[in-house]
């Protein structure tokens, strides 16, 4: 495509040997150890490092802006559909955890308790929030008074604690940066129209913005959460091809606004506890980002997520006019709204800045030197094919919307093959089995709804139900062979 002319490639190739054998030292291959080539790139990309609390982790600038990337997408959408964002205190008295039966027992397990204020014990112990259900109905059954206050939109972006015994950056950490909404409706449709709007708002982000195909669907009462009536889930496949839960959306039907007392006056004047969703997703797709499009050379970002979309490096900086003529290009550059670093550091060779950049998925690189200058052009490598290819000077800034979109599809296309070359038809329970061991992927299979057969699975090869599908692929269930009511996703799962 934009191969127009391209320069000197002996030199071309010199650089990209180096390269080559610096990320030989720096990461684990992927092919080789998947988790440790997650760690790594974890580490070498900057994006998070451990905490002096086990489990806890520390999100770095760099990881931190990609978060904000997604944060100010998600926030932008959450307003557009008429939600407005509020916060509630991080403590919960045990008293209102306990109130939801399901959603206790839930998570219990997992509760980080504060006991005492200063050196005084506390009469009732606070827990620290796992997610807000609680606290925040019991504040909405102290507002809701009326059918003329609903819906309740509200959305909160915060932390939550979850004790985790074994834990990975952004995947599973005992503290996450999540949002979490919590939306009150006059009838069960619309709260069911709600929670499935937020669905779509998540599957649009992961796929448009994220570049990840999702799968969007109903989770198995089993894989619901804690005092839902419904979860809808939108699960993604890693390159290792196992599943991550990316995001969820509730139905939680009067569960809560019963056992709270939510109540409000409607127009028949009655009192009527109004129906309640809930839905979030996480700092969990960082780690989805990594694990999606990453490769033995780092990271690999979709231009609509990374922080830095271009960076423009100066070939022979030391030469008369190439600083002066790489500045003014990133001026035009961040004029026309892009997201542009210019990497001018005299103290740095520039085979260190590629493998810098590399690492860190930056989605061009522009290289700038006195060959182009002569020529009027710039020299271009894109991250995700690392294809290379010049451009005209003065095309630059209106070219380069073109080549970030392209960018932007190859990758979001790339993730679609490979999920589609490892997703499979299991109708033999035997063969499913062995051939899961062999090759993790999204399995489709049939199922006849019950739990023994789901646990069955569970048990034997650690796959869960990661959503329900659409199609039908016989009558059977997999499992038992009685009568299938479910076409389902089977997958092993972060
Ligand atoms: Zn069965």
């Known amino acids: 495509m934009y191969l127009a002319d391209r320069f000197n490639r ?180 619309e709260a069911l129209e709600e929670t499935l709007r937020i669905l779509e708002i998540y599957r649009e982000c992961i796929e448009n913005v994220l570049a990840i195909p999702v799968l969007s669907g109903l989770k198995s009462e089993n894989e619901k959460f804690a005092g839902a009536e419904a979860t809808y889930t939108v699960e993604a496949m890693m390159k290792d091809g196992k599943a991550l839960q990316s995001g969820t959306s509730h139905h939680l039907g009067t569960h809560f606004t019963e056992a709270f007392n939510i109540e409000y006056l409607d127009k028949d004047g009655e009192l009527k506890n109004p129906h309640h969703t809930s839905w979030g997703v996480s700092t969990r797709l960082i780690g989805a980002l990594i694990m999606s499009h990453g490769d033995n050379r780092g990271l690999v970002l979709p231009p609509r997520v990374a922080p830095t979309q271009i960076v423009i490096i100066p070939v022979r900086p030391e030469k008369d006019g190439v600083i002066d003529e790489a500045r003014k290009l990133y001026d035009e550059i961040k004029a026309a709204g892009f997201r542009v670093e210019l990497d001018d550091d005299m103290s740095t060779s520039v085979g260190r800045k590629f493998n810098e950049y590399e690492m860190k998925g930056t989605p061009l690189r522009i290289e700038i030197g006195p060959k182009d200058i002569e020529k009027g052009s710039v020299f271009c490598a894109r991250r995700d094919t690392h294809e290379k290819f010049s451009l005209a000077r003065t095309e630059v800034v209106a070219k380069l919307q073109e080549v970030l979109d392209d960018i932007q599809q190859s990758i979001f296309n790339k993730a679609l093959e490979r999920r589609e070359a490892k997703t499979f038809v299991a109708n033999d329970y035997e063969k499913f089995q062995k051939d899961l061991a062999k090759e993790m992927g999204f399995y489709k299979a049939m199922w006849c709804g019950e739990l023994d057969c789901e646990l069955k699975i569970k048990e034997d090869c650690s796959a869960t139900i990661r959503c329900f599908g659409e199609e039908k692929l016989g009558d059977k269930c997999l499992v038992c062979g009685k009568e299938a009511k479910h076409m389902v996703y089977l997958a092993k799962a972060y």
């Open 10 to 189: 002996s030199t071309q190739r010199r650089l990209v040997l180096n390269t080559e054998k610096d990320f030989v030292k720096e990461i684990t291959n992927m092919d080789k150890d998947f988790a440790q080539w997650y760690t790594d790139i974890v580490r070498k990309a900057d994006l998070a490092d451990y905490s002096p609390v086990k489990g806890f982790m520390v999100v770095k600038p760099y990881g931190f802006a990609i978060w904000e990337n997604i944060q100010a997408y998600l926030d932008q959408k959450f307003k557009e559909s008429g939600h407005k964002n509020l916060y509630f205190p991080l403590l919960i008295p045990e008293h209102l955890l306990n109130k939801e039966k399901e959603h206790v027992e839930g998570f219990a397990p997992e509760v980080a308790w504060v006991t005492h204020g200063g050196k005084k014990k506390l009469e009732e112990r606070l827990c620290v929030r796992p997610t807000s259900e609680t606290i925040i109905c019991s504040m909405y059954s102290k507002w809701l008074k009326s059918y003329r206050d609903l819906p309740y939109l509200y959305n909160q972006w915060c932390s939550v604690v979850r004790w985790e015994k074994e834990t990975r950056p952004f995947l599973r950490t005992s503290e996450f940066l999540w949002q979490e909404g919590h939306t009150l409706h006059a009838t069960k449709e």
